[in-house]
Structures are given as C-alpha cells and as structure tokens.
C-alpha cells in the first residue's frame, strides 16, 4: 500500500473534515524516506487545513497524525479539555505545536502509551477520561473508541466513519485523485 492509499484508508474521515484527527503507524524505509513525504503531503494538503506529523519513529513503525488545524485548535480550546491535558503535563492556552511537541515527548519517554490522545482524535473527554481511570475495562461499545457514555452519537458517528471510508477507497480505487478527495476547512 503507498502512503497515498493509507492515507485514503485511514484518514479519510479527517480528510473529509468530519473528523478532528487520525492516527495509524505505516512503515517506511528510513526516518529520511519519511519526512520526505510527510513534508510533500503536507504541501498538498495544507493548503485544505490538513496536517500530517510524525509522532514517533521506530525501526518498526512511524506514528503518523493528520489532522484539521482549525478543528483542533477548537478542542483544544476547551478548558475542560486543557485542564485534563494538564494533568499529563501539557501547558494551558498554548498553540497546537506545543500540544504536540508535548504528545511528542510523552510517546517517546513514557511507558505506557498516553492514552489522553484520544482528546487530540476528537473522542469525547468523558470516554477519554473513563478509558484511562478503567484501564480500558467495562465499555459499554466499541468501534473507532472505546465508548463508556453517550453510546447511541458513538455508534452514529462510527457509521459516518465507516460509510466515509468506504466512499472514499471506492473513489478512490476507481481513479479519483487524491488531491481532488481533499475537503477545505
């Protein structure tokens, strides 16, 4: 799969502007290959409001996130959101490159993965928080999160997800191109 195609098979709700964000790993042949064409997409894509970051590298894996600026600077917004983000040491009313230089560090240097990410995907600050007090136990549904409140919008929005995937694989796969599958801001 080309990193095109992965980011049509992953992102496409973000790609969509319905999403805030996605995450997924996608493996390339060095950190060099990597950047190298974050920084093409990017290019491509900024100019729609979306953004792509390398989250963390390993000889396995890279942590791409592509994201709605504009939509997550929205969440981030939130002073519920920023006083949770707090609790895991990222600062308050601070840009979205701070936010993720934190993410950044907190991927590299902790244990356990730093599951408030979940906030920087759009989840629900409730579900967010419920995952991490459970350790993941006791959801009520899951599909792209682990939903421990409002399950029927979950299960909604889980449709409009999938649905939005499969539109665009199918476009997609019948030729459309990419830059053309990109929804402004």
């Given at each position: ?93 601070c840009n979205i490159e701070k936010y993720l230089s ?21 989840y629900p600050l409730a579900d967010v928080k419920a ?46 191109k990419f830059v053309d599958m990109l929804v402004s801001?």
């Open positions: 799969m080309s990193f095109e195609e992965s980011l049509v098979c992953h992102a496409a709700p973000t790609l969509a502007s319905i999403k805030i964000a996605n995450l997924y790993s996608f493996k390339f042949s060095n950190v060099a290959e990597c950047k190298m064409t974050i920084q093409h997409f990017n290019s491509l894509m900024n100019p729609k409001g979306i953004h792509i970051e390398l989250l963390k590298d390993s000889e396995d894996f890279y942590l791409i996130y592509v994201y709605r600026k504009s939509h997550l600077q929205k969440k981030l917004q939130d002073t519920d959101v920023q006083m949770f983000l707090a609790e895991y040491g990222y600062p308050v009313r934190v993410l950044k560090m907190r991927l590299k240097t902790n244990e356990d993965f730093p599951h408030e990410i979940g906030l920087l995907l759009g995952f991490i007090e459970t350790k993941g136990k006791n959801c009520i549904a899951c599909g792209d999160w682990k939903v421990y409140g409002d399950e029927e919008s979950a299960k909604c929005l889980f449709c409009k997800y999938k649905h939005c995937r499969d539109v665009y694989m199918s476009v997609y796969g019948a030729g459309r801001a």
